[in-house]
């Protein structure tokens, strides 16, 4: 299902990890002192939308033919539905969408300073687009948003009713991020230039190929990490072309199971065993010779799967118990937002694997992606 909200990524949890020899990836080839931090270090770029959630009744869900739990994207008959739920019940608004849901996580994890995750997305000149902009504020984020009058601000509805989520997600202005508009203004690409990390969801290859590829050159060219994650099934079918286009700047590559396993039967990689699916994805043809290709797949309670120099490691995670759950939505986000936030202050992998499944859990504890107002992370 093509929903930026959802988390197509598997739960993760918090694991304690065990290794003997700490991997470790620095984020630029003349790093001054490991884990210093500066504004703008971790650039995202992605699809925008705006959570609209609320717990509703059974006719509401009727009224607009929802199932309880589900997610679907909002056709015509739906128009009306989110300036209803707005009106009619008690509302909650979140900055969400798949990328901009990463980089929130990871200055939460960061803490201080404050903008070291920058953030570029399209949004439309209306109320909801003033809300995001807050939101994001809210959060930290330094998001630079391209702000149009052609499509109103995408938005996600969830409809809650009891232990239920229905979403509905109206893409609308997030489709809209033109690259000659905004990415190519000087104010605009000197953050991208100040980046040291960045990272794209796959989303947004739906979006607006050319911009994926300006960054990740320049990410290339500058020896910085580019990543990139596979998001949704059909981004490696529907979608591939501009896929492959993009993997060789990808230095480290993000997805579930699922995901990698449809990726390896769109590649031709006649296996469907995750490590050698890691180890395939790796060794795919790559600009950067310098930074050897990370591959990163979570798969649930069966642990997250990275690719290590010349080996294959499977990292455990430990289950939770199903009464703590509240909400997988943005586990998988949260998941690489914790990630990043080693990533960028130059940790282990091994740091930045335990960083993400620590971020996933706090993440599926709570209504959304959303998280208590500080991390309890060392």
């Given at each position: 299902m093509h929903l930026h909200i959802i988390s197509i990524l598997n739960i993760c949890f918090r694991s304690r990890l065990t290794s003997e020899t700490p991997t470790y990836i620095c984020a630029n080839s003349h790093v001054s002192l490991p884990g210093t931090l500066h504004q703008n270090a971790l650039f995202g770029m992605g699809n925008?939308?705006?959570?609209?959630?609320?717990?509703?009744?059974?006719d509401f869900l009727d009224k607009y033919g929802l199932k309880p739990n589900d997610q679907i994207l909002a056709e015509d008959k739906h128009k009306e539905m989110f300036e209803e739920m707005?009106?009619?019940?008690?509302?909650?608004?979140?900055?969400?969408?798949?990328?901009?849901?990463s980089v929130k996580v990871a200055q939460w994890m960061i803490q201080k300073p404050h903008k070291v995750a920058t953030f570029f997305g399209c949004i439309g000149k209306d109320r909801f687009g003033e809300i995001l902009k807050e939101k994001a504020e809210e959060s930290y984020v330094d998001a630079h948003y391209y702000e149009q009058s052609e499509e109103p601000t995408g938005t996600c509805a969830a409809c809650i009713t009891g232990d239920n989520r229905s979403l509905v997600a109206n893409l609308a202005a997030a489709n809209c991020y033109k690259k000659d508009k905004h990415l190519d203004l000087e104010e605009n690409w000197k953050l991208v230039e100040k980046a040291k990390?960045?990272?794209?969801?796959?989303?947004?290859?739906?979006?607006?190929?050319?911009?994926?590829?300006?960054?990740?050159?320049?990410?290339?060219?500058?020896?910085?990490i580019f990543s990139l994650n596979l998001s949704a099934p059909f981004i490696c079918q529907a979608f591939k072309e501009s896929l492959m286009k993009v993997m060789p700047y990808v230095d480290i590559l993000?997805?579930?199971?699922?995901?990698?396993?449809?990726?390896?039967?769109?590649?031709?990689?006649?296996?469907k065993d995750i490590e050698e699916i890691a180890k395939k994805a790796q060794n795919l043809p790559k600009v950067n010779k310098k930074r050897q290709r990370?591959?990163?797949?979570?798969?649930?309670?069966?642990?997250?799967?990275?690719?290590?120099?010349?080996?294959?490691?499977?990292?455990?995670?430990?289950?939770?118990?199903?009464?703590?759950?509240?909400?997988?939505?943005?586990?998988?986000?949260?998941?690489?937002?914790?990630?990043?936030?080693?990533?960028?202050?130059?940790?282990?992998?091994?740091?930045?694997?335990?960083?993400g499944h620590y971020a996933a859990n706090v993440i599926i504890r709570q209504a959304g992606c959303t998280f208590p107002e500080k991390p309890d992370f060392h």
């Open positions: 925008p939308l705006l959570d609209i959630c609320a717990v509703v009744d059974k707005v009106k009619k019940f008690k509302v909650e608004y979140h900055a969400g969408g798949a990328t901009q849901n990390v960045y990272y794209i969801a796959g989303f947004f290859l739906t979006v607006s190929l050319e911009s994926i590829l300006k960054v990740a050159k320049h990410a290339s060219d500058n020896n910085k993000f997805g579930n199971e699922t995901e990698a396993a449809t990726f390896a039967r769109e590649q031709g990689f006649e296996t990370i591959a990163v797949f979570t798969q649930g309670k069966e642990g997250t799967v990275m690719t290590k120099g010349d080996k294959v490691e499977t990292f455990p995670v430990i289950q939770t118990d199903q009464s703590d759950i509240v909400d997988t939505n943005g586990a998988g986000d949260a998941f690489v937002g914790g990630f990043l936030s080693e990533l960028v202050q130059d940790k282990s992998l091994e740091q930045c694997i335990r960083a």
